[in-house]
Every structure is written in structure tokens, then in C-alpha cells.
């Protein structure tokens, strides 16, 4: 129904940028929330950002002014621009894709990309 594949990630220094996408198939991405996750290894998996159908955004506080979530409908993809990368933000980072609740009760999952800062 809904598959969503990751890019971007790679090895950077700290201080440097990366610019993560997710591409979805089908139909929905233009009506559904979308979302960027990261899971460090030890720990949970936790917010990034998100944006809604209608654009409007959200970011970990501790992240504001480094990342940049945004979303091209027409190309069904979601971004996220990473900034003045720390080696704190080494993590595998993960797309989700909240559809509205009539077509899906619960979200898809990518695979994942793995970022890694070194410092």
C-alpha cells in the first residue's frame, strides 16, 4: 500500500549538513502528516520533526534552528535539512507517514538512514 524509502544519510563532520529525503508510493502522501524520527543506539526512538498536510511544523526543542522539515507533494516527498550536525546527532533516522484515519489506523515506517557526525 504504502512503502516509504529513506536517502541522505552518510558520514559527516561535525559542523557540517546533510539533507535527508523520503520518497512514498500510492496516493496518499498529499493528505497525510509526515514525519522525521531518530534512534541513537541504547536508546528510544524519538521526534524529530513533522509536518502536517496543511504545512504546519514541528521540532523537537532541542533541534529548532538546526533542521528544516519540508514536503513537495508533487514529487510525494518529505526532506530534512540538517545543520551544524554534532556528533549527538549520530542516529539512524526514520520517515513515517500518518495517514488519515479512514484509510489506515496506524502509520508506515521506513527503513531507515543512518547519519553519522563525527567530531
Known amino acids: 500500500q504504502v512503502r516509504l524509502v529513506e536517502s541522505g544519510g552518510g558520514l559527516v563532520q561535525a559542523g557540517g549538513s546533510l539533507r535527508l529525503s523520503c520518497a512514498a508510493s500510492g496516493t496518499i502522501f498529499s493528505i497525510s502528516d509526515m514525519g522525521w524520527y531518530r534512534q541513537a543506539p541504547g536508546k528510544q526512538r524519538e521526534l524529530v520533526a513533522t509536518?502536517?498536510?496543511?504545512?504546519?511544523?514541528n521540532y523537537a526543542d532541542s533541534l529548532k534552528g538546526r533542521f528544516t522539515i519540508s514536503r513537495d507533494n508533487a514529487k510525494n516527498t518529505v526532506h530534512l535539512q540538517m545543520n551544524s550536525l554534532k556528533p549527538e546527532d549520530t542516529a539512524l533516522y526514520y520517515c513515517n507517514l500518518n495517514p488519515p484515519a479512514w484509510f489506515s489506523p496506524t502509520g508506515y515506517w521506513g527503513q531507515g538512514t543512518q547519519v553519522t557526525v563525527s567530531s
Open positions: 509536518i502536517t498536510s496543511g504545512d504546519h511544523t
